[in-house]
T-cell receptor, first 113, second 116 residues
Framework: KAGVTQTPRYLIKTRGQQVTLSCSPI?????VSWYQQTPGQGLQFLFE???????NKGNFPGRFSGRQFSNSRSEMNVSTLELGDSALYLC????????????FGQGTRLTVV | AQTVTQSQPEMSVQEAETVTLSCTYD???????LFWYKQPPSRQMILVIR??????QNATENRFSVNFQKAAKSFSLKISDSQLGDAAMYFC?????????????FGTGTLLAVQP
């Protein structure tokens, strides 16, 4: 079956702009989590959505937001971009049960100039 | 709060040799999951192996095995017969037990180089 799909793969934006990233989970997976990966901070949890509800949130400013649709696809949005938002954004999908692994997409590389 | 620590930023191993990557974690929970993920240059995170804390037996997956020491909160990864394709960044990760969240807490990673 198809894996986790993230679009776009690469993105260049200007400071102050906003950006929307998309993640399509594996079919049947209802949990989608987002992570930010930077050389300085490593992998940091942004938020998790399950059945269209945010059930966990990391320590990021309110400029970072997300949502999940009824088909489990998820989007994350970053408003008023800052240079420090340049990162690899990874999406992971999981099933509803606890004893399962997370499957990751290939990520979106965001560069803010 | 749970934390995961990887104290080896970089490691190197000769092809066909064995290497062990270290990971320690901190949690007050008795049940949880631990994972090792591999991130090659393609950037996609790939699950290497996982361990349920309530299982005494160390997990193994072909050339990959773990040494899980629950009391010491240690979770090391051993790669046997190292191959060039094993070169990647390796992350240790923790996840709480139960279905309330799938949030993963990652260590800072260990960059493994495999020398031919």
């Amino acid at each position: 079956k198809a894996g986790v799909t993230q679009t776009p793969r690469y993105l260049i934006k200007t400071r102050g702009q906003q950006v929307t990233l998309s993640c399509s989970p594996i079919s049947g997976h209802r949990s989608v989590s987002w992570y930010q990966q930077t050389p300085g901070q490593g992998l940091q949890f942004l938020f998790e959505y399950f059945s269209e509800t945010q059930r966990n949130k990391g320590n990021f400013p309110g400029r970072f937001s997300g949502r999940q649709f009824s088909n489990s696809r998820s989007e994350m949005n970053v408003s008023t971009l800052e240079l420090g938002d340049s990162a690899l954004y990874l999406c992971a999908s999981s099933t509803a049960t606890s004893n399962t692994e997370a499957f990751f997409g290939q990520g979106t590389r965001l560069t803010v100039v | 709060a749970q934390t995961v620590t990887q104290s080896q930023p970089e490691m190197s191993v000769q092809e066909a040799e064995t290497v062990t990557l270290s990971c320690t974690y901190d949690t007050s929970e008795s049940d949880y999951y631990l994972f090792w993920y591999k991130q090659p240059p393609s950037r996609q995170m790939i699950l290497v192996i996982r361990q349920e804390a309530y299982k005494q037996q160390n997990a193994t997956e072909n050339r990959f095995s773990v040494n899980f020491q629950k009391a010491a909160k240690s979770f090391s990864l051993k790669i046997s017969d190292s191959q060039l394709g094993d070169a990647a960044m390796y992350f240790c990760a923790y996840r709480a037990y139960g279905g309330a969240t799938n949030k993963l807490i990652f260590g800072t990673g260990t960059l493994l180089a495999v020398q031919p």
